[in-house]
């Protein structure tokens, strides 16, 4: 499944995102897939439903993938005894029942680090490794209904951001942030990242609502050296049916290189960073 890709940057700065475009460009090396997808409730009540969302995920095949809403521990060790080809997962449990989830699979080093607090349904940051790739992901559900709140964790996301980037130089912020793209360029200048743009899908949005509120956000390093490409998944005919009961939103997916010279973790990244009450296998 891995693509043989090249990575285009033109950068904004005015803006502080860039656009990704990907082309054929004979490199085989492997690379590092992470989605991000808002689930609405895993695992969906109807096994037609649970089953359809067995063989996406099997299909897209990523070796990362962050969930948003995910609501307890239960539904974690279900997720990682259902879904093939994951053994790992950074979660902390809270009350608000729409918790977030980084699931990997066993090829990738996940170390559950503490996560920021201040967000109406708590954020979960964990240090992701494989190969020469590794970074500090944070995976965010932004408030929905109260607008107020919303714009306050934009603003609590440039000190996260910072507080991650001493642990590693490369960070990125992924989920559903609520915030189309007018709104996500903005945030992305106030925190100093970059927007993957989804290359070739101008107008198509994250959600069955065509918003596009689910992005990935990741640092320049970061954004110059492994980010390949993005885009979102599109569905038609039994699949779209489908995949509206599951979710409102569609699943994004990301690509990055893996090659040694990329390396660039700082030395507490490497094996001492801190891990928070939770270890990666949930318990």
Known sequence: MRAKVILVVIAVAALGFANYTAADSGDSNDELVIVSWNVRGYPEKQKVHRAWFSKQL?????????VQEIA?????TSFLSTEKGFSQAAFLNSSDGQDNAIFTSPSVTIKDIPDPSGFQHPVQAAFV????????????????????????????????????????????IVGDFNT?????????????????????QDGIGTTHANNRYDHFLVTPDLAAEEAVSCRIEIYSGDDLTNAKKT???????????TDEKFMDRNSGAAGSLPSSEESPSGD
């Open 247 to 257: 979710s409102d939103h569609l699943p994004v997916i990301a690509r990055f290189r």
């Open 180 to 200: 189309k793209e007018k709104g996500i360029q903005a945030l992305a200048k106030a925190t100093g990242l970059i927007v993957m743009i989804p290359s070739g």
């Open 58 to 66: 099997a299909r897209l095949s990523p070796d990362v993938i962050c």
């Open 129 to 172: 490794s494989y190969k020469g790739f590794d970074a500090v992901i944070v995976t965010v559900h932004l408030s929905w209904t109260n607008v107020a709140m919303r714009e306050q964790e934009k603003v609590a996301l440039t000190n996260v951001v910072s507080e991650m980037k001493k642990l590693d130089p490369d960070v990125m």
């Open 72 to 76: 307890n521990r239960e539904r974690i």
